[in-house]
């Protein structure tokens, strides 16, 4: 394009006033942002704060209800992605926008004015792929490759598109932290190459060292902007949610001598005769916390599946408390005590449409106060619903609302109060905290704990290495379906850790 | 502030199927204005002779079989399993059911009792193709049972043709013989009379009414009463999370699609048991499963939505039969007129409860925000930064 | 720590689709031969004879339009089940226009009328976001009632038209390389191993063909091109595939929805059509006997793919025309055939050490050999069912080879990327 980057000139993007309501929502309130040509800016805020939305607008996924959008100088109105495209905005999505049955060179060259020319298309792959080390093969179908790979594909298809400004939202949200330095150091490359990078995230230290300037958000508006290099990150963490942020240190150890979980030679193969979990090997004690630690896709998945006996395993043992529970179905195993805190609450924890009692009884179907013999338990169920609203705050007119209508955080409490109902002896909680707010985050993180000091044993998988460091007793490490490591969480740093997930550090295997 | 929220929910339980009705309504009325009919003439007739006795007991008739149909099909509709194949499942259930009903020889009862056995084990077992192809093949159920549907209707032929025809009776019939006496339904005339309806002479309806409400009430308290109903509904609604339940999803799917295929089953036995004792190639009432679908969807897959939807179909194709005989061209339409407003109606129903359910959505969202708002805090949140 | 992670050059650029035709030529060929030897030894003249292939060809085409359509559909994430009652509306309109203006008329006629209906699908699934099934119920449903409604209004009363059939509409010309059939005849004549029932074969592709066959054949080639070699076609998979990136990129949606419905449509109703001016001059009632519905099954047959489904539609269309030429005698001789062929798959299986699907397929295999050596016949009834039942064996069998569209039938509602 024509913008000469290293000349002074207007800003690269600048947005002012920017509103956007959603049916109850005020998603944005008078947002202002501006980033400078050739800088890497960074939008933090929690979860919920508006980060999303405010990136949807800049990409012309959503329309402002009022407020201005000036690229380069130039007042513009994005009418679909197509137009913020055409003005140079490039976006790489959180949740990767490929489709996985087509190559990817159809997947760069998508959508894209002019003859379809895929020799031609071939060619500039090649040479973008090379002048920012990619490392991209066009002609793979892109569900062959992995999460690095793809946000790379995802990166060069903006590239393709010409754009001088690139957003990035949460990035390393699926990253470990190995993979997250060779992406800042792409994002230096886009930088010397007079590119703008716009870096949205919640996680506080990378913000500091990737970004120039970091914009906070908070509760859908802008707080302020500042220099990256004048800040803590304690003094963000006051910026974004307006105190400390909630801290998963656990105190004294509960852990007891009786054990809970115990897992001998697990090993789960896929249809296509793959191992996904090899020999898989744990105990946790009641009053245990033991973390899962891994890049994700590593066996953390198939390993809580088979736990919950919703996936056929190959070879190997479970016993709860003492008795094996290998051949049992999902049902006896939910009865006999294990909770189970799902990845995604709204794929696989909750009835959307369903009212919060009805979601109450799920997973608890054939347990009292859900039901009564064949017949399930309005009455019982509702009261009990009532008391999980009480006392995990859920934020709810009461309990005949549907799901859908919780935000996020409440949906979760609703889930985390479901799962620690009926006294479990085993709570399996992946990513328990995930997307959540701080106020949630810091509630579930203090019900977790309370739990686990009354001998609860918790299978605790998370992304989130601060939670895993945090809340576990013992943490394990996942790398292609095997535990790599037992590491103590005390001393560990996440660089260490990063090294065990990669695979660059080894130990010895301890049983 | 949970009552009005229970109101509105009510409300827009009705308000869908009245605003597809009346979408239906305009569509037709078009249809039938530009092609020179009276549209106004015909909805008025329609609406007159539709409420003469004659035509009320006719209608209530038809709507039997109309109304196991849309069962079978809501019962796969709960879990999101498009059974598609009810077609096929009825045909085959009934053409041998009549060949047992026929053959048998047993008590008054106990002879119904068995063709009704029979109907809804055939419907059952030709429901557990798909379902068994889908558990352990992963095969998708509204093409199995498309494929199914020519199939069993094939086998069906053939069986009628090789093996099950009724030799012994006159002409070259492709049928099975009369079931007898002992194996037929009394009808249900005395008892409406007896309750405050008039059957007119020469009318009659059949006595599996009864079997229906009863059915239909079962139905109700299994699907929203008890564990195996929430277990339907939440795999319908939910598979993964019902999965991660302890709702194995592949029982429920061949649980459900059994129910679906032996309610299937009833869907041919007024004709057997009623009217003409006998399955007859030629005549035997077809695309009732089709029908069945319209009937569950306009009523929204609960018993006594379907009731009502399988009545509403049953008065559309008396009175436009009625319609037929009239003198005045202006309203005498063709009786694939009962067709043509069904398949309307089909997707009337379809668009209109998509445009409610999305504005039930948004209005629903936006009182729950509005009441959280008034809730106190359960948490100290920071102060909102000033704009 | 900034070291790039090595990666290995990528593999020099193969053309899957090269590969795919040389596998393809020699299926065919194996299956051929497999046909002649058959032929020879049952004695069943007419699995390859001109006539059978002709008409195998004729009734392979309505099958292969209705399965292009189910293509389109189904490649831009709308499954389209309403396919039969397009190509219902198909055969009316063509009639209709047919009757009037002459065949090429007809044939537009019958593209107009399932385009048509095509648009109500796409209207009903895209923009009110009605399940896919359901919205293909109604159209089925409603395309019987109407087309009797209508030609009650239209062809009631004129000369050959009824409540169920329209006045005659002119057939399409046919045409043939001059000079072939004789000498070609000839040699069918013979019954020589293979020398003969390559010049069955032959004849049966070049002489008296209709016109509107060679322009539905080339539409194979035709859809394959369009949908995988230019940018159209890319945006068009693409929504079927994944809308939301699509959308992300500026791809309209809804329009290319819109587009690959209305295609599909449009080619199930030259399906009609062709019925009406190659086969029976006239629109019937009935007509189309549930070729939408074989089409659906030759789509699936074919993995989702125009060479796929021009082999199952041809497959399809050659046990139909076996039957209607030969009756139950000559499909008999098909039952050694699957036979055979059984036995060449279960082989394959074998040597690549599959041994659940060699067991599998040497058991049907047998299976098949036994119902031939001791019936002499096939029902007449069954014969119709092949379609269906072939169909739903591969998909119990190959059902994890089988990948359809990720996004097929899947509501989509614009604005909720990410």
Redesign the interface.
């Known amino acids: 394009m024509t913008a000469d980057p290293t000349a002074p000139g207007p800003p690269a993007v600048e947005l002012r006033g920017i509103t956007k309501t959603f049916p109850g929502v005020v998603a944005n309130h008078d947002v202002d942002l501006e980033v400078r040509a050739g800088e890497v800016h960074a939008v933090c805020g929690e979860n919920g704060a508006g980060k ?1 939305t405010l990136m ?1 607008i800049l ?1 012309g ?2 329309r402002p209800d009022s407020g201005t959008i000036a690229v380069r100088g130039e007042q513009v109105k994005f009418r ?4 913020a ?1 055409k003005s140079g905005i490039g ?1 790489v ?10 190559t990817v060179l ?2 760069v ?4 004015p ?3 020319d895929p020799a031609a298309a ?1 060619t500039r792959i090649g040479e973008l792929s090379a002048r920012y ?1 990619l ?1 991209v ?3 793979r179908l892109v569900e062959q490759l992995g999460v690095g790979e793809r946000q790379r594909i995802e990166i060069l ?1 903006v590239l393709y598109r010409g754009a001088r400004v690139i957003i990035l ?1 949460e990035p390393t949200a699926v990253l470990v932290p ?1 993979e997250v ?2 992406l ?2 792409n994002l ?1 490359g886009l930088r010397a190459e007079g590119l703008t990078v716009l870096f949205i995230s919640h996680k506080l230290d990378e913000v500091i060292r990737v970004a120039d300037r970091i914009t906070v958000l908070r509760q859908g508006t802008t707080v302020t902007t500042v220099e990256a290099g004048s800040v803590t990150t304690a003094q963000l963490a006051h910026l974004m949610v307006g105190g400390d942020l909630p801290t998963p240190e656990t105190r004294e150890s509960t852990v007891r001598d009786e054990v809970t979980l115990g897992v001998r030679d697990l090993s789960v193969r896929s ?1 296509a005769g793959r191992d996904l979990l090899s020999g898989v090997g744990l105990s946790i004690r009641a009053g245990e916390v033991v973390g899962i630690a891994g890049v994700e896709g590593n066996g953390q998945a198939e390993l809580v599946e088979a736990l919950l006996g919703t996936r056929p395993i190959a070879t190997g043992a479970v016993t709860l408390a003492g008795e094996d529970i290998t051949a049992w179905p999902t049902s006896r195993r939910r009865e006999a005590g294990i909770g189970y805190i799902p990845e995604d609450r709204q794929r696989q924890g909750l009835l959307l449409t369903q009212p919060l009692w009805e979601n109450r009884i799920l997973g608890h179907q054939t347990r009292p106060p859900s039901s009564r013999g064949v017949f399930i338990s309005r009455r019982g169920a509702r009261k009990d619903t009532e008391r999980i609203v009480a006392e995990f705050g859920v934020k709810t007119p009461g309990v005949d609302v549907p799901a859908f209508a919780l935000s996020g955080g409440n949906q979760q409490k609703l889930v985390v109060g479901r799962e620690l109902s009926g006294s479990p002896k085993l709570l399996v909680a992946a990513h328990p905290t995930r997307g959540v707010d701080v106020g949630a985050q810091a509630l579930i993180w203090d019900k977790l704990r309370d739990a686990r000091a009354a001998g609860l044993a918790v299978l605790l998988v998370s992304a989130d290495l601060e939670e895993l460091l945090g809340l576990s007793d013992t943490l394990k490490v996942m790398l292609r379906g095997r535990i790599v490591a037992t590491l103590d969480p005390a001393t560990v740093t996440p660089a260490e850790l990063g090294e065990y997930m990669t695979g660059v550090a080894t130990q010895e295997a301890t049983p | 502030m949970i009552s009005p929220l229970l109101l509105r929910r009510l409300g827009m339980g009705v308000l869908a199927p009245v605003l597809a009705l009346v979408m239906a309504f305009v569509i037709v009325a078009i249809v039938l204005q530009l ?2 009919f009276d549209a106004f003439g015909v909805f008025g007739r329609m609406a007159q002779v539709g409420f003469l006795d004659k035509y009320l007991i006719r209608s209530l008739d038809k709507a039997v079989p109309y109304f196991f149909a849309g069962c079978a099909i809501a019962v796969g509709f709960r879990m999101a399993l ?1 059974n ?1 194949g009810v077609e096929g499942q009825y045909r085959i259930a009934a053409l041998i059911a009549a060949w047992v009903g026929a053959k048998l020889s047993l008590p008054p009862v106990l002879h119904v009792l068995a063709i009704v056995v029979v109907a809804m084990a055939v419907g059952s077992a030709a429901a557990a193709i798909p379902a068994v ?1 889908k558990v352990t ?4 159920e ?3 049972t ?3 549907n ?2 069993l209707g ?2 069906g ?2 069986l009628l ?2 093996y099950l025809r009724n030799t012994s009776g006159t002409g070259n019939n492709t049928e099975t013989a009369l079931i007898p006496p002992s194996g037929r339904m009394p009808a249900a005339d005395s008892v409406l009379n007896a309750i405050g309806f008039q059957v007119p002479p020469g009318e009659s309806v059949t006595g599996l009414i009864f079997v229906a409400i009863a059915l239909g009430i079962v139905l109700w308290v299994l699907i929203n009463k008890t564990r195996f109903g929430f277990g339907l509904r939440a795999s319908g609604l939910n598979p993964i999370a019902a999965q991660a339940s302890g709702i194995s999803s592949k029982g429920m799917i061949i649980k459900a699609m059994l129910l679906s295929g032996a309610l299937a089953g009833f869907v041919g036995l007024p004709e057997l048991l009623s009217n003409n004792y006998k399955f007859v190639s030629d005549t035997f009432p077809q ?1 009732l499963g ?1 029908t069945g ?2 009937v569950a ?1 306009l009523g929204r897959n609960t018993p006594l939505g379907i009731a009502l939807g399988a009545f509403l179909f049953g008065f559309l194709e008396t009175t436009t039969g009625a319609l037929q005989f009239s003198a005045n061209p202006a309203l005498k339409i ?1 009786t ?5 407003m ?3 109606i ?2 009337s129903v ?2 209109a409860y ?2 409610v359910r999305r504005f039930e959505l948004l209005l629903e969202g936006r009182a729950v925000a509005k009441a959280a708002e008034k809730l106190p805090d359960p948490d100290p949140e920071p102060a909102g930064a000033a704009a | ?5 090595e ?1 290995p050059a ?2 020099p ?1 193969r053309a899957p689709w090269r590969d795919r035709v040389r596998r393809a030529a020699i299926w065919a060929a194996l299956v051929f031969v497999t046909l002649a030897v058959v032929r020879q030894v049952t004695g069943a003249n007419a699995l390859t004879s001109a006539g059978t292939v002709n008409d195998a060809i004729g009734l392979a085409v309505p099958i292969g339009l209705a399965a292009l359509g189910g293509l389109f559909s189904e490649r831009a994430g709308v ?1 389209n ?1 309403g396919l039969e009652g397009m190509m219902i509306f198909g055969t009316w309109f063509a009639g209709w226009a047919g009757y009037q203006w002459g065949p090429w008329a007809a044939v537009l006629g019958g593209i107009a009328g399932g385009a048509l209906f095509g648009l ?1 699908h796409a209207l ?1 699934t895209v923009t ?4 896919h ?3 293909g ?6 395309a ?3 087309t ?2 209508l030609s ?2 239209f062809f009631l009363g004129r000369e050959d038209g009824g ?1 169920n059939q329209s006045p005659s509409v002119p057939l399409i010309g046919r045409v043939g390389v001059p000079g072939a059939g004789g000498p070609l005849g000839t040699l069918e004549g013979k019954h020589w191993f293979l020398v003969s029932d390559l010049a069955g074969l032959l004849r049966g592709l070049f002489t008296d063909v209709s016109l509107l066959t060679i322009l539905a054949v080339l539409l194979v080639p035709a859809a394959f091109w369009l949908l995988w ?3 159209f ?3 068009l ?2 929504v079927g ?2 809308p ?9 949606v809804y329009t290319m929805k819109y587009a690959g419905v209305v295609i599909s449509g449009a080619l199930a109703g030259l399906g009609g059509a062709f019925l009406v001016t190659v086969y029976d001059g006239k629109f019937l009632e009935n007509q189309t006997g ?1 070729r939408g ?1 074989i089409g ?2 030759a789509m ?1 047959f074919g993995n989702w793919r125009p060479g796929g489904l021009a082999a199952g539609s041809a497959l399809f269309g050659y046990t139909d025309s076996l039957r209607l030429r030969e009756g139950s005698a000559a499909v008999h001789a098909l039952l050694l055939f699957a036979a055979i062929l059984l036995a060449i798959l279960a082989i394959r299986a074998g040597v690549t050490r599959r041994w659940i699907p060699a067991g599998a397929l040497a058991v049907a295999a047998v299976g098949f050999g036994v119902v031939f050596a001791v019936t002499d016949q096939v ?1 007449a ?2 014969t ?2 092949v379609p ?2 072939v ?2 064996v591969v ?3 190959a ?2 080879r089988l ?1 359809m ?2 996004a097929d039938g899947l509501r989509y509602r614009k ?1 909720e ?2």
């Open positions: 999303s949807k990409y996924m959503q679909s992605p197509a137009d495209i976006m999505h959180q949740h990767f926008m490929l489709a996985d049955n087509l159809e997947n060259v998508l959508g894209l002019g003859r379809f071939r080390g490392g093969d066009p002609d298809k939202d190995q330095d060779e800042f150091g230096a249809d | 092609s020179g498009f598609i192809l093949r992963n095969v998708n509204v093409v199995s498309i494929m199914l020519f199939i094939g086998v032929t053939w043709v090789s695309q089709f679908i319209a969807l063709p694939e007129m009962a067709l043509v069904q398949g309307a089909l997707l379809v668009i998509e445009l | 720590m900034t070291a790039v992670i990666r990528a593999p650029v499954v089940i109500v009903a009110f976001g009605v399940d099934i359901i919205s119920v109604a159209i089925n449903i409603i019987v009632g109407a009797r409604y009650s209004r409540v070699r230019t940018g076609g890319l945006r998979r693409s595939e994944s939301v990136a699509a959308e992300s990129l500026g791809v309209p549930g519905f659906l099954a699936i029902p009834v069954l119709p069912l269906y039942a169909t739903l998909l119990a069998l059902a994890k990948r569209p990720a604005g990327t990410g």
